[in-house]
């Protein structure tokens, strides 16, 4: 078990892939070679939106299991389709893993591993439709 700096944490910090990095190899490794995406578009929310203060969602079943990037700067793509995923799991109860991989490889709007915006990959999957890891 590793120390931390809160003593009223109710969580366990442990040893994972990283942990041996010094903060200039993690940089080198995953932070590099971002370029903006085209088509930067804005999106505002509602600040008359009656919504909860806090919601946990890690046991609702609504969310797929945590997955890893490794080196390609793919974030956008991540987050892309685990918005679909939960989204349609509360829609229709169905929660699918979708591949992250088929935007990285096929949303031409976007960099792939050097980076992307979840708006562009949003258009793209309104034309192509998205596929399962299981595909």
């Known amino acids: 078990m590793v120390a931390h ?3 009223g944490s109710t969580y366990t910090l442990g040893v994972t892939s990283l942990a041996d990095l010094s903060p200039e190899e993690f940089k080198s490794i995953y ?3 971002f370029k903006p995406a085209k088509g930067l578009d804005t999106w ?3 600040p008359s939106a009656d919504v909860p203060s806090a919601k ?3 046991n609702t079943g609504t969310l797929t299991p945590v997955k890893n990037q490794g080196q390609c700067g793919s974030c956008w793509a991540f987050s892309t389709m685990e ?3 939960s989204r349609e799991q ?3 109860g169905k929660l699918t893993v979708l591949s992250e991989q088929q935007l990285v490889d096929c949303d031409k709007v976007d960099h792939g591993c050097q980076g992307g915006l979840m708006q562009n990959a ?3 999957l309104q034309t192509a ?3 399962s890891e299981a595909d």
């Open 5 to 7: 700096n809160n003593s």
């Open 122 to 124: 949003f258009g793209y």
């Open 56 to 58: 946990d969602w890690r």
């Open 129 to 131: 439709g998205a596929i």
């Open 31 to 33: 932070l590099g070679g």
């Open 44 to 46: 505002r929310a509602n």
């Open 83 to 85: 918005c679909l995923e």
């Open 90 to 92: 509360l829609k229709g």
